[in-house]
């Protein structure tokens, strides 16, 4: 296949082709045209591979539940909204149990209906803790301030890098103009102040979310970044190109500052109290009763979140992972990512382009130089999955490899490749097909469709197992019936042999009237060819001798065939003209196998093969040797055989084996002994009564120079 040069014209074929796609495929990837399918791959590819069990265990959710505000009402006699006062309470038990940090994903921009008094007691709860974090409503289109309230501490995070990286990105969707702050009690007391307004991604999904974002020059972090600078006051943040730095480790961003999510799981996933339980553990801890809330080092050291998920006040957004995944728990992503330092990261460009590359290159090859349809289902099959297998592959490493642009180069080359395929090869495989579909088995069909040049002027020395069957008797058959007659007779008969002929790996050559002539091992390589021969020859007697009383029938007599074979070199290829030529045999073992077929007539068999043939089988016939015999045009002596797929009864061992016994007095030229062994069973036996009428031609007395070689006269 290496040395083909037409295989090498397929390769270029599929290279060029493919090179075509993927420029087609890379410039609508570039363009943008994509990001809408890869985001949804993207999606499926989240919500099945994320693992819960991988959720940080220092992270823990309280959830304003619809169970904490049935409590509440039934307990202490609270309508919503609750005073703040109580959420006080909850930041005490918090600053008690030792959390590391606290972060409310709720807005308080209005003061308390219960009056001054209560926003007082919830900033002095807050001002005690000293690492409670709030959100700072901003945005593009609304808010109460335009500048930073100058009654508000400025923002404590300063990120290195980050003037020139703004003026050369220009995050537009992470820069606001306009912002509503807590009241000023709240604000004033709170550690830092965060952003909790992100816009999402494509279809409305949360996939990314910004580390900071910016209002009247002050740099604001994302609530899960601002929970973690509230506990590691020291963290040193930079900002470059290539990602932001925090400590350590660089995250990977795009040019608006997000950075992608690697989501643990639904909603849930997350350790998560309800809010009526730590409420009524902190009020029995005053009362000095046992809390409710048993583990006492359930919240030492951990960084909690509260929010609402009770209906009608629940802040849920679409994610990965959960059509409804509350806003609190996507900032615990953002912090369970930064605290395992697992952020998604991008396969760079040129990564994704070289896959691109190989695989469809790959794929445009392969079709070419396997085109077959079979083989092109199979070939298709194979490749189309690997973007999704090697993305999935990547999203277990850390990383968002592209699957769209993978699939639509992919998708291009395959349907080129197809109709290429079927335009200039289809039409030549389909008039092979139709031209040697009665002569040749679908095997060598589909060799010679893979390999059309094999059908040039030519020939090769090859072992073949050769085959030549004729019809007894057949002149008269076709002198006595009608031409319409005959040749359905003929029809079914050459039909019902060439099928086994097929089924085992041969070569029909011709047909000559009722003669078929065949051969193994070419132009496929079949190491058992001697077996599937003589399998096919048995075969055939055996389908001739169910079809006998049907043909009888139409021809008035018993149908019998004669098969001779013989294993040889032989020449073998395409001989003729350069018009018009047959794959066929030519040699000295071709015209053994005919001489062998003729003499079936002398022993009154009807299968006889030579000795090479005999030595090809080892022991899966059952045989008998008939003699040694010297044809017409060949000097040197052929030992003959009939095979027989088994003997039948220990009557008919006992008679072959009689009839080895007078072979064996011929071979030695006692022809009285022959006879006397070969007379008892030659009535059973026609080889017997052949060989007992040859002893007879010289009364039983052996010529002077005898070797125990049967002359035939005859063809």
């Known amino acids: 296949m290496a040395g083909n040069p037409d295989n090498f014209n397929k390769c270029f074929r599929g290279l060029y082709l493919g090179l075509a796609c993927v420029g087609i495929a890379l410039s609508v990837w570039l363009s943008g045209n994509l990001e809408k399918f890869e985001a949804q791959t993207w999606d499926w590819r989240v919500s099945k591979l994320a693992k819960p069990e991988k959720a940080s265990q220092d992270i823990l959710v309280i959830l304003l539940d619809q169970n904490s505000l049935n409590w509440a009402k039934e307990e202490m006699g609270l309508s919503w909204p609750w ?10 038990f918090c600053e008690r149990n030792q959390a590391r940090a606290l972060a409310f994903d709720v807005i308080f921009t209005e003061p308390s209906q219960y009056g001054v008094a209560d926003d007082l007691s919830f900033g002095k709860a807050v001002s005690k803790f000293k690492k409670t974090v709030f959100p700072i409503y901003l945005s593009h289109t609304s808010g109460s301030v335009t500048q930073w309230p100058k009654t508000l501490p400025e923002p404590p995070l300063i990120i290195k890098g980050i003037d020139y990286w703004l003026k050369e ?40 979310l910004p580390f900071f974002s910016l209002f009247s020059n002050k740099t604001l972090p994302v609530l899960g970044f601002g929970l973690f600078l509230t506990a590691n006051p020291k963290t040193n943040v930079s900002i470059d190109n290539s990602g932001i730095k925090i400590n350590d480790y660089r995250i990977p961003k795009d040019s608006q500052g997000f950075s992608t999510l690697r989501y643990r799981g639904p909603s849930g996933t997350y350790k998560t109290y309800s809010a009526a339980s730590v409420l009524q553990s902190e009020i029995r801890f005053r009362q000095g009763m046992e809390p409710s809330i048993k583990d006492k080092n359930a919240f030492k050291n ?25 806003g609190v728990e996507m900032h615990a992503t953002l912090l369970d990512n930064l605290l395992s330092k697992d952020f998604i990261k991008p396969v760079p460009k040129w990564v994704t382009g070289i896959l691109l590359t190989i695989l469809t290159l790959s794929c445009g090859i392969l079709l070419f130089v396997f085109s077959k349809p079979s083989q092109e289902v199979v070939i ?29 180069a992919l998708i291009l080359i395959i349907t080129s490749a197809l109709i290429i395929n079927y335009a200039t090869e289809g039409k030549q495989k389909r008039f092979i097909s139709r031209a040697f579909k009665q002569y040749l088995s679908p095997e060598v069909i589909d060799q010679i469709i893979q390999h059309p040049e094999r059908l040039k002027l030519g020939g090769e020395r090859r072992v073949l197992s050769i085959f030549f069957s004729d019809l007894e008797g057949f002149t008269s058959i076709s002198e006595n019936l009608e031409p319409e007659v005959l040749t359905g007779f003929l029809n079914q008969y ?60 139409m021809v008035k007599k018993d149908v019998l065939m004669r098969i001779g074979i013989n294993t040889s070199v032989a020449i073998v290829g395409n001989m003729g003209s350069k ?25 009154d068999t009807y299968t006889m093969i030579s000795e090479s043939t005999r030595d090809e089988l080892g022991d899966e016939f059952a045989m008998r040797e008939l003699g040694k015999i010297s ?28 009839f080895n016994k007078g072979l064996q007095s011929f071979y030695i030229g006692d022809f009285k002994k022959a006879v006397n062994y070969l007379t008892p069973i030659e009535k059973k036996d026609p080889a017997a009564s052949a060989y007992i009428k040859k002893c007879g031609l010289t009364n039983n007395v052996a010529p002077e120079d005898w070797q125990g070689v049967w002359i035939m006269t005859q063809k």
């Open 579 to 603: 018009k018009r030529f047959d794959y066929t045999m030519i040699g000295d073992a071709v015209n053994l196998a005919a001489r062998l077929e003729g003499a079936n007539k002398q022993f």
């Open 494 to 553: 050459l039909s019902a042999m060439s099928e086994i002929i097929n089924q085992e790996g041969g070569t029909i050559d011709k047909y000559e009237g009722d003669a078929i002539i065949a051969f193994w091992n070419a132009p496929l390589e079949i190491k058992d060819h001697a077996l599937r021969c003589v399998r096919a020859s048995l075969r055939c007697q055996e389908k001739l001798a169910q079809m006998r009383p049907e043909f009888k029938k």
């Open 83 to 92: 005073p703040r006062e109580i959420y006080g309470i909850l930041v005490d």
């Open 631 to 658: 044809v017409k045009g060949r000097q040197e002596p052929v030992r003959i055989f009939e095979p027989m797929f088994h003997t039948k009864n220990e009557e008919e061992k006992k008679i072959y084996e009689i």
């Open 302 to 326: 951990k960084y909690i979140f509260f929010g609402f998920s009770a209906p009608g006040l629940s802040d849920n957004h679409p994610a990965p992972v959960d059509s409804k995944f509350p």
């Open 169 to 208: 990105k220009n995050p537009k969707s992470i820069i606001f103009p306009m912002a509503t702050t807590p009241v000023l009690d709240i604000a004033e007391n709170a550690s830092i102040l965060c952003n909790v307004d992100i816009a999402p991604g494509l279809y409305g999904v949360y996939r990314k």
């Open 380 to 408: 298709s099959l194979m490749i189309l999955p690997m973007p999704v297998l090697l993305s999935v592959y990547a999203y277990t490493k850390g990383y968002w490899l592209p699957i769209a642009v993978e699939e639509l």
